[in-house]
T-cell receptor
Framework: GEDVEQSLFLSVREGDSSVINCTYT??????LYWYKQEPGAGLQLLTY?????DMKQDQRLTVLLNKKDKHLSLRIADTQTGDSAIYFC??????????FGTGTSLTVIP | DAGITQSPRYKITETGRQVTLMCHQTWSHSYMFWYRQDLGHGLRLIYYSAAADITDKGEVSDGYVVSRSKTENFPLTLESATRSQTSVYFCASRGTDGSYEQYFGPGTRLTVT
């Protein structure tokens, strides 16, 4: 299968920006996604970006896509304690097979 | 209730037993998916279904069986459970809009002893 890689842990102070990074191998990815998982819950879609875009902003969230380097990032501005969770990036070409990263555990320190 | 539900939420079974995990969605989404979540692996696709009576294997399908006789239900069966199938299982569904956005159920934590 395709490889999607993320760092496992990130710790930031409340009010700072968080940047979560992801690299992938499938150059034919159509959509790239960021999901959030809170303890004991399923995944919730935060945002997605189409492969012909470089950037997408949605309130406190900014997604950057470098297609040449196959690098995706999620920036969370003014990080709050409620943002503490595991964040997954995922990619899909066909909408049938989705490949997820291992998840980045974000801890926000008050 | 609207949405996607899974049952049971927790299950303990013994090696060699058959166990079925249930998934039900109320959106009439065409596509449904089963994933397993393990530490160090993220989510891996077990099976997906594009419509009733149409299913296809994902990355880690060995040891699992699915069926989809009705659009809203997508049960996952472990025919002879093994300890390596201890995991958290997530069901998801999506419609046919262009973004391929998936909606996830709350998960089933399965322990095989």
């Amino acid at each position: 299968g395709e490889d999607v890689e993320q760092s496992l842990f990130l710790s930031v102070r409340e009010g700072d920006s968080s940047v979560i990074n992801c690299t992938y191998t499938d150059s034919s990815s159509t959509y790239l996604y960021w999901y959030k998982q809170e303890p004991g819950a399923g995944l919730q879609l935060l945002t997605y970006i189409f492969s012909n875009m470089d950037m997408k902003q949605d309130q406190r969230l900014t997604v950057l896509l470098n297609k040449k380097d196959k690098h995706l990032s999620l920036r969370i501005a003014d990080t709050q304690t409620g943002d503490s969770a595991i964040y997954f990036c995922a990619e899909s070409n066909t909408g049938n097979q989705f490949y997820f990263g291992t998840g980045t555990s974000l801890t926000v320190i008050p | 209730d609207a949405g996607i539900t899974q049952s049971p939420r927790y299950k303990i079974t013994e090696t060699g037993r058959q166990v079925t995990l249930m998934c039900h969605q109320t959106w009439s989404h065409s596509y449904m998916f089963w994933y397993r979540q393990d530490l160090g692996h993220g989510l891996r696709l077990i099976y997906y279904s594009a419509a009733a009576d149409i299913t296809d294997k994902g990355e880690v399908s060995d040891g699992y069986v699915v069926s989809r006789s009705k659009t809203e239900n997508f049960p996952l069966t472990l025919e002879s459970a093994t300890r390596s199938q201890t995991s958290v299982y997530f069901c998801a569904s999506r419609g046919t809009d262009g973004s391929y956005e998936q909606y996830f159920g709350p998960g089933t934590r399965l322990t095989v002893t």
